[in-house]
């Protein structure tokens, strides 16, 4: 009883470290201009939506995507519509993380 325990606690283990890589086409276009946003932070994490902007912005980077020099900044509170027409794109890239 013991090892069976033992042998399925591994596999579990073993199952739950794996990785998935999407290899498949995205519907993103590499020759399209984007504008990464900060995302919306209802973390307690402090500046995690900031944090996932850059990391997201330096993985489409070395991709080869093109993107509209950063210019937002960390702030408090929502953007005004200015603000956000300063990032020009053809897509702008805005997410949520709770």
Known sequence: MGRLFTLILFVFLMVSCTKV????????????????????????????????ASILE?????????????TWEAKEGDYTKEELEKIKGDCSIYSTML
Not at 35 to 49: D, H, I, K, R
Not at 63 to 70: C, D, E, N, T
């Open 58 to 70: 330096g993985v489409l980077g070395s991709k080869g995507y093109r993107l509209v020099q950063r």
């Open 21 to 52: 890589i999407n290899q498949g086409v995205s519907g993103y276009s590499k020759g399209e201009l984007y504008g990464v946003l900060p995302f919306e932070n209802y973390t307690e994490t402090p500046y995690a939506g900031y944090r996932v």
